[in-house]
């Protein structure tokens, strides 16, 4: 998501492990299927679980999202992606929630596949250069896998 301006010691090197797509849940008890293809219009008039206002996450999310043209009716404020969930589960709102965030997800959501919704969050390791060695790497490497694997829902194809 946002970068936050934050600036690393020459010292330390940043390595990619991969990317934590974000995705559309709903409450299950607004009736709409697992899966369920829908355009953003279509979520438009819905509410919403936002983050707070002025964060770096949720201009990130508000630029997005005036780009397809939704802007949501915004029931709450979390910046807890577990309460987001739980609210969500409650039938507060919609929310966009990062894949690692539901690995252990609430029955009470179904995840859509919005095709003008994309955002992904990047996840990097901070090395200490003089440290970095074959171990490290294989760790890193390992770790790099392990966040591959933990993809819940994979994108219909061709949108990946």
């Given at each position: 998501m946002g970068q936050g301006g934050l600036a690393w010691p020459s010292t330390i090197s940043r390595q990619w492990l991969g990317?934590?797509?974000?995705?559309?849940?709903?409450p299950r008890s607004w009736g709409i299927r697992?899966?369920?293809?829908?355009?953003?219009?279509?979520?438009?008039?819905?509410?919403?679980?936002?983050?707070?206002?002025?964060?770096?996450?949720?201009?990130?999310?508000?630029?997005?999202?005036?780009?397809c043209n939704l802007h949501p009716h915004v029931a709450?404020?979390?910046?807890?992606?577990?309460?987001?969930?739980?609210?969500?589960?409650?039938?507060?709102g919609a929310a966009l929630v990062p894949e690692l965030a539901m690995l252990n997800r609430h029955d009470g959501v179904v995840l859509l596949d919005v095709p003008?919704?994309?955002?992904?969050?990047?996840?990097?390791?901070l090395v200490i250069n003089e440290r970095e060695n074959p171990r490290v790497r294989l760790f890193l490497d390992q770790l790099a896998e392990i966040l591959r694997s933990q993809s819940i829902a994979p994108r219909t194809a061709g949108n990946a």
């Open positions: 990317d934590d797509d974000f995705r559309v849940v709903l697992e899966g369920s293809a829908i355009s953003a219009e279509q979520l438009s008039d819905m509410p919403w679980i936002m983050h707070h206002p002025g964060t770096p996450d949720a201009l990130v999310i508000e630029r997005l999202f005036a780009g709450a404020y979390c910046d807890d992606f577990n309460a987001s969930l739980e609210m969500a589960a409650a039938g507060l003008e919704i994309r955002l992904a969050r990047s996840i990097f390791a």
